[in-house]
């Protein structure tokens, strides 16, 4: 099945790391996994890939094997480097400037501190790709910011995690289907908004 679209959630392997915040990306990509009936499979070391249809359209969901530090070694390895549109590409993390249960969707923009963007741009060259970050609240004073997004949630928090990353995965159906103007209109305002976000 030939694709020229890309969702990948950003997330580092191995059990210890599958209940974190900084998986969201993952649990993200699994549940669309699971939704249109995919499979994973592992074509080298760098990353896992899913091949499904969302609205009549091939897509490959894909988790970089990487680490998070090095996630822009898959997708540039997954891309072929420069021949790649990156407007074809969504990349799902997670956010620590939005509180739990937000998230928002952008067609391009800086890595906001994000190692895993970071390192995605710096291999593919380029800013020029959607990004959906999913909050996960800021971090509590005198904690480490890498020990706050590589613990769990607290038990009471993990309904809330899941319920924002089943409305993530409605905003990459969305973003596949409408666009990506038409899912930030839908996806980034939050109950109790005045106005939409910006699209630019």
Known sequence: MATNLIVCGLGNPGPE???TRHNLGFWVTDLLCERYRGRWRRPCDRYVESR????????SL????????????????????????????????DDT??????IRLRKKGSDGGHNGLQSIIEALGTREFARLRLGVGSVPEETDQADFVL????????????????????????????GTNAAM?????????SSSEETD
């Open 185 to 193: 209109n839908r996806f980034n305002v939050q109950p109790g908004d």
């Open 62 to 93: 894909v988790k970089p094997l990487t680490y998070m530090n090095l996630s822009g070694d898959a997708l540039r390895l997954l891309t072929g480097g420069g021949e790649f549109d990156p407007t074809g590409l969504l990349v799902v993390c």
């Open 17 to 19: 790391y599958t209940d």
């Open 97 to 102: 400037a939005l509180p739990l249960g937000r």
């Open 151 to 178: 613990s769990v949630f607290p038990a009471g928090m993990v309904e809330p995690a899941r319920e924002m990353v089943s409305r993530a995965a409605e905003c990459v159906e969305a973003w596949v289907a409408e």
């Open 52 to 59: 499904v249809r969302i609205a009549g359209k091939p897509i």
